[in-house]
């Protein structure tokens, strides 16, 4: 098999410098360049440390680049829209932690299967990949009629990005329980606590049901909460499925890996480490192709 | 000339707490129409957690915001409508509902430390026409100067006003004061107050904010509101007058509303008990007050070890959600302790 498939990061903030430390341990994905558009950048630098390639042209760095097959956009919603033309003219598969939503939503233990093709990838928000995967999970067995989530997220892991859009968030969330959660209604809030020292990232997922079988709910959360942990580590249940009449009450904890970011910000951890999921799942895919074609 | 106080009355909105936010649309509409003829100057409706509310995590409503927002519109002949709507539960989308059915007044109300996140909210309220009212929740938590700059935020945003809600009802007098002081000398835009009564301080700290500089301060019928509820409406009406202020309201009418209208519709009395105390005592947002109560009784702890935990962990308005965890852990943990025995 061919050694790994090349990739680039654009947008050296927490996110990227995240996702750059996480990189550095994959197995299918060789991580060849961090662009930005800041020349004092303090994530250009980092990744000039950590012997990456960077520039400081952005995007025009990346295009023409043939070796390049993988990009993370982890920029804001406004570049992607811009970002997104561009990648795929040239060929390269986009992976968006932005809430453009370009591409189809992807939350990897519940959907990746259905678009390892798409040429470009939307991530969700972090509040989607930390409960879809529940609400997917008792929608298999239960049926759900309407999903709830409640996203309490320490206030500095909350950068302005999310900041000034916060309704991109409850509402790019929202759908996403409905889109790949499978409820028939979805509905999503954020609260951002400032407690010191911070908090850990908590969800809180409420459904309504048409099939309150407690077992097969339990069952599948816990199946679903192992699959995630396979990417998140530290995605825990705190509070087991509590099954009242048609309503089922279940309580996460996602904290984070610590590789760049502090632990405490499992919000951006679950964003990272799902698009690593996602990266290495094309790479792979990618690999076993050209090894076919040597064949 | 007597000095105006602009008083805002929540019952229709804070009040709602205190009824599992279930006034039907008609209820609303018969007591918006007393307090509007009562010559009330703004009138709150809508679910206790603003636009949006409705939910597992806060209680649904007995009807939809735009119910809500059709029905009492028709009935207001001079009040001002003022909806909240606190970023993160409710979005523009509802705003635009809000202004559609004629809301003149939007408060948006965001923890103390986050009012970044109400910048587009204040903005969108002003493009529609609104009067936009930064409010700050829980300003207990944090000392007088983070208020204050807080304050500036919501101002730089285009604000027309700025309110300081002790929403735990855990401030004394001289934290009142301290604050709107503080916020008096860092903005230009007028400054507002919300008071709870958990410690019994509610008449008192919102007569020390008026003394303070606050012109606009709410209050609703009977007190009704989260956890031992608000500054009594028609007697807050009564001691502005005997202090020599204007409040455009007449106290007659307004008791009438109060005793004849609200009264009958209340669930349960509203008093300072010992879980409300425990709110205003531990620093806790009020509407935890049901939420803890029903924990409680589902696994079978004091409502007031939930309370006091919940202040412990520093918890937001919003996170009615730690009451569940709170109680579960404390349910588990007495099962550990019975089982060592």
């Known amino acids: 098999m061919a050694k790994k498939i090349k990739a680039a990061i654009i947008g050296p903030g927490n996110i990227g410098m995240d996702l750059m430390f996480k990189l550095m341990k994959s197995e299918y994905i060789e991580l060849e360049m961090v662009v930005g558009i800041i020349p004092e950048s303090e ?23 043939k070796e390049i097959k993988i990009v993370f956009d982890a920029t804001g919603a406004k570049p992607h829209l811009m970002h997104a033309p561009l990648l795929k003219e040239d060929g390269k598969i986009a992976i968006d932690l932005t809430p453009a939503a370009v591409g189809p939503y992807v939350v990897p233990p519940v959907n990746l299967g259905e678009h390892i093709d798409s040429p470009n990838i939307n991530m969700v928000t972090c509040g ?67 407690a010191e020292p911070p908090i850990i990232m908590r969800d809180t997922v409420y459904t309504k049901v048409k099939n309150p079988d407690e077992k097969a709910i339990r069952d599948a959360v816990e199946k679903m909460v192992a699959k995630v942990q396979e990417y998140v580590p530290g995605y825990r249940s705190k509070v087991p499925p509590i099954v009242d009449g048609d309503k089922v009450t279940t309580m996460l904890e996602v904290e984070g890996a610590g590789d760049y970011l502090p632990k405490y910000s499992g919000n951006l951890d679950i964003m990272t480490a799902a698009a690593k999921a996602v990266g290495e799942r094309i790479a792979k895919k990618l690999l076993e192709e050209t090894a076919k074609e040597v064949v | ?56 995590q806060y209680g649904f409503a007995a009807a939809s915001d735009e119910e809500y927002l059709k029905t009492v519109s028709r009935v207001l002949k001079n009040a001002k409508l003022d909806i909240l709507l606190l970023p993160g539960i409710g979005t523009m989308k509802e705003l635009e509902l809000a202004a559609k ?76 004061v301290a604050r709107i002081k503080a916020v008096k000398e860092a903005v230009s835009i007028p400054v507002g107050y919300h008071a709870h009564n958990n410690l019994s301080l ?18 609703t019928c009977k007190g009704l509101g ?91 308005g919003g996170q009615e959600d730690m009451i569940i965890d709170v109680a579960y852990e404390l349910s588990q943990k007495r099962r550990a302790k019975l089982a060592n025995c």
């Open chain 2, 1 to 56: 000339m007597k000095k105006y106080i602009r008083i805002v009355d929540t019952t229709l909105r804070d009040g709602m707490h205190a009824v599992s936010h279930q006034f039907t649309p008609d209820d609303m509409a018969e007591i918006a129409e007393g307090l509007d003829r009562a010559g009330i100057d703004t009138i709150e409706i809508g679910h206790g957690d603003g636009l949006g509310g409705s939910s597992y």
């Open chain 2, 202 to 219: 509610a008449m008192a700290n919102t007569l020390v904010a008026v003394e303070a500089g606050a012109d606009m301060v709410d209050a």
């Open chain 1, 128 to 194: 989607g990949q930390a409960t879809v995967p529940i609400v997917a999970a008792i929608n298999e067995v239960a049926d759900v009629e309407y999903a709830e989530i409640v996203a309490t997220i320490s206030s500095r892991s909350a950068g302005p990005g999310t900041r000034q859009n916060i309704d991109e968030f409850t509402q790019t969330t929202a759908r996403a329980l409905e889109v790949i959660g499978g409820a028939e209604k979805g509905k999503a809030i954020i609260i951002l606590n400032p």
């Open chain 2, 226 to 316: 989260a956890g031992a509820g608000n500054t009594q409406t028609e007697v807050l009406v009564a001691v502005l007058d005997k202090l020599g202020y204007s409040t455009g309201v007449d106290l007659y009418k307004i008791m009438d509303v109060a005793d004849d209208i609200v009264a009958p519709k209340m669930k349960r009395p509203q008093v300072i008990d010992k879980n409300s105390l425990s709110i205003g005592y531990a620093g806790v947002y009020g509407s935890f007050l049901l939420h803890a109560l029903r924990g409680a009784e589902k696994f079978n702890v004091d409502a007031r070890d939930i309370l006091v935990e919940c202040g412990r962990r520093k918890t937001v």
């Open chain 2, 101 to 176: 059915y004629d809301a003149k007044v939007a408060r948006i109300a965001t923890h103390v430390t986050e009012a970044d996140i109400g910048e587009q909210h204040i903005k969108l309220a002003k493009e529609l026409g609104m009067e936009a009212i930064g409010f700050l929740m829980m300003v207990h938590m944090v000392p007088p100067e983070k208020v204050a700059e807080q304050a500036k935020l919501f101002e730089s945003y285009g604000a027309d006003r700025v309110y300081i809600t002790d929403s735990a009802g855990a401030m004394t007098p001289k934290d009142v």
């Open chain 1, 43 to 65: 994530g250009l630098a980092l990744a000039r440390e950590n012997g990456y390639k960077t520039s400081h042209e952005g995007i025009k760095a990346i295009l023409g680049n």
